[in-house]
């Protein structure tokens, strides 16, 4: 079965940081891209940040530019997002999602993506 699973979610104050993590399991994910959407209350799925398999390129949304960082270390089959300097516009739940071809044009529609994960709760108290 194949899985991939968020942790590191969790509450935290305004200004306070918070690293995800994304761990895949039951197939290899060799030569996948690696993205990070959010949802809030109310609102669609939005693009966070995607990262090729080589690490080679990395994207972001302009909302957490200069604030968030994603990186993949795959001997572990594992993705990350650390957020740094974070703000209640950044409560939401984060999942994670493995797109098999990385699409410059496309990265940022969830409907490319082949896996997701479960989610985990990020809330940001002012």
């Known amino acids: 079965q194949v899985q991939l699973v968020e942790s590191g979610g969790g509450v935290v104050q305004a200004g306070g940081s918070l690293r995800l993590s994304c761990a895949a399991s039951?197939?290899?994910?060799?030569?996948?891209?690696k993205g990070w959407f959010r949802q809030a209350p109310g609102k669609e799925r939005e693009f966070v940040a995607v990262?090729?398999?080589?690490?080679?390129?990395?994207v972001y949304a302009d909302s957490v530019k200069g604030r968030f960082t994603i990186s993949r270390d795959n001997a572990k089959n594992t993705v990350y997002l650390q957020m740094n300097s974070l703000n209640r516009e950044d409560t939401a739940v984060y999942y994670c999602?493995?797109?098999?071809?990385?699409?410059?044009?496309?990265?940022?529609?969830?409907?490319?993506?082949?896996?997701w994960g479960q989610g985990t709760q990020v809330t940001v108290s002012s």
């Open positions: 990262i090729t398999w080589s690490s080679s390129s990395t």
């Open positions: 999602a493995a797109d098999a071809v990385f699409s410059s044009s496309g990265y940022a529609r969830p409907q490319i993506y082949d896996y």
């Open positions: 039951g197939r290899t994910f060799a030569g996948y891209a």
